[in-house]
């Protein structure tokens, strides 16, 4: 019996391999000028960017668990086995939410088969697992297998990052006002990376330039020399600079595999337009 995949919107994955992969996707809730939208179903990434520009500031809300329950309760009515593999619960209370989504359904339907696994990040972070749990179901691989297999590959990935403009660090509580305006003056740009589902500071430099040469420095002393890994790059509407960094990977590593795609909306609501993120393995298993 197939393994259902399940991820929520801030995976960032691609739309092709969603459908290609038929991954199942719970949106997170944005809220804009007093009206909620359903992230990836009534508002695109693309559109979120253009009334960022505008100038209109999002905030973020974690998926309904209507929207959890409904799905819970459809795949357990037909005996189906599924895993959920969701944003840092570190940095949302959807993980959480799920748990006692499931409890719940698990209560009107005692074998419900199901697996909730905390990604302990975001974006292509958790995209890059996902995508790959879902190959493995798509083969037929059984779910204790591709838990094992989740569960060994979410310890063991790196998220790199920089963002173009310190102030949604400071709306998002994780910087001074003062330390905002400054750093804009001097163009400071900090290199940040995830530890166990929460954003930590890694270096600043002086320029996106430099900090884009700072994450490849960084992914040296990191990552594995294996070709055949993929490597995730996403932008917050900013794709020169991610394909930028691309070059410098393909120059430095001779990486030949990218998977490169927009910021989405739960994490670009945060890190502002410019914002640019590298992903990959710390360990990598080929499938």
């Known amino acids: 019996m197939k393994t259902h995949i399940i991820t929520d919107s801030a995976s960032d994955l691609p739309a092709q391999i969603i459908a290609d992969y038929q991954i199942e996707v719970f949106p997170f809730t ?12 009534t ?3 693309e559109q979120l960017y253009q009334l960022m520009r505008a100038g209109h500031t999002p905030k973020t809300s974690q998926v309904n668990p209507q929207i959890m329950r409904d799905s819970f309760l459809q795949h357990a ?31 009107l339907y005692p074998d419900f088969d199901i697996e909730i696994i ?5 974006s292509l972070a958790t995209g890059l697992v996902v995508y790959q749990a879902a190959r493995l179901a798509q083969n037929g691989v059984a779910k204790a297998e591709i838990v094992r297999f989740i569960k060994n590959q979410t310890s063991h990935m790196e998220h790199i990052f920089t963002v173009d403009n ?9 910087l001074s006002r003062s330390g905002a305006i400054i750093g804009n003056i001097l163009n400071i740009k900090p290199v ?20 884009l040469e700072k994450i490849v420095e960084i992914m040296e002393s990191k990552c594995l020399k294996t070709k055949d890994q993929i490597i995730g790059i996403t932008h917050a509407d900013d794709l020169e600079s ?31 337009i410019g914002g640019v993120g590298l992903f990959f393995p710390l360990k990598f298993f080929t499938l």
């Open 166 to 174: 310190l102030e949604s660090l400071f709306r998002g509580g994780r």
């Open 77 to 107: 009515q037909k005996g189906e086995a599924c895993i959920y593999i969701s944003f840092s619960a570190a940095m949302s209370g959807t993980y959480q939410t799920s748990l006692l989504v499931a409890r719940e359904v698990k209560a």
């Open 242 to 272: 991610a394909l930028s960094l691309k070059a410098l990977i393909q120059e430095r590593f001779g990486f030949n595999r990218f998977m490169i795609n927009l910021i989405g909306s739960v994490l670009g609501a945060h890190i502002g």
């Open 118 to 122: 905390d990604s302990k990040g975001g």
């Open 43 to 45: 508002i695109s990434t």
């Open 30 to 41: 944005l809220l804009l000028n007093d009206q909620e939208y359903l992230d990836g179903v």
């Open 192 to 211: 940040l990376h995830v530890v166990d589902g929460s954003i930590l500071l890694l270096q600043k430099v002086r320029g996106k330039k430099r900090a």
